[in-house]
C-alpha cells in the first residue's frame, strides 16, 4: 500500500468534530491536559503542549460531549502516534490511530 492509498483509506472514515476536554496519560504517570478535537472509528486528532515520538502509544481520556444531565463515563483508550504538527504558542496537534477502546 503506497501512502496515497493509506491518506484515502484512512479519510473513508466519518470524522466527528469534538472539542472536547481530554488526559493524555504519559508512560511516566504524568497526564498531560488537551483537547479532543476530532474522533472518528479509526482514530482521532488531539491538540496539547506535548510532542510524541513517531508511534508512541499514548493513553487517551476523552470527556464525553453533553449537557450534564446524565452522567456517562469517559472514552479510553490507546492511540498511536501517525503525525504531530506544531501549532504555535507551545500547543502541538498529534493525530493517531486507535489501538485499543479501554473503556
Not at 470524522?15 to 482514530?43: F, N, Q, W
Not at 499514548?58 to 444531565?69: D, H, K
Amino acid at each position: 500500500m503506497n501512502d496515497r492509498t493509506s491518506h484515502i483509506e484512512r479519510r473513508l472514515d466519518r470524522r466527528i468534530p469534538l472539542g472536547c476536554p481530554a488526559a493524555i496519560r504519559l508512560k511516566t504517570g504524568e497526564t498531560i491536559r488537551g483537547e479532543c478535537v476530532e474522533i472518528s472509528v479509526g482514530g482521532m486528532t488531539l491538540r496539547a503542549p506535548y510532542v510524541p515520538g513517531q508511534a508512541e502509544v499514548l493513553e487517551v481520556t476523552v470527556a464525553v460531549p453533553g449537557n450534564g444531565s446524565v452522567a456517562r463515563p469517559p472514552l479510553v483508550t490507546r492511540l498511536e502516534v501517525k503525525r504531530c504538527h506544531a501549532l504555535g504558542q507551545g500547543l502541538y496537534e498529534i493525530g493517531g490511530t486507535t489501538v485499543r477502546v479501554v473503556g
